[in-house]
């Protein structure tokens, strides 16, 4: 019995984990989008779209 609770405390101890990091990342993108020149923003996802093979035009 102490087995599943042990896992189940792993599992909510991984669950905040990946919250955490993916609160880090998403604070990240935005903040260096925020800070970024609008033409490098443009550049960046202009470039991406064409590799892509998504048309933009």
Do not use: W, Y
């Amino acid at each position: 019995m102490s087995q599943i609770v042990q896992n189940q405390a792993v599992t909510t101890s991984s669950k905040n984990t990946q919250l955490f990091a993916s609160a880090l990342l998403a604070l990240s993108i935005l903040t260096i989008v925020a800070f970024a020149p609008l033409e490098v923003i443009h550049n960046a996802t202009h470039d991406t779209r064409h590799s892509s093979g998504f048309p933009c035009h």
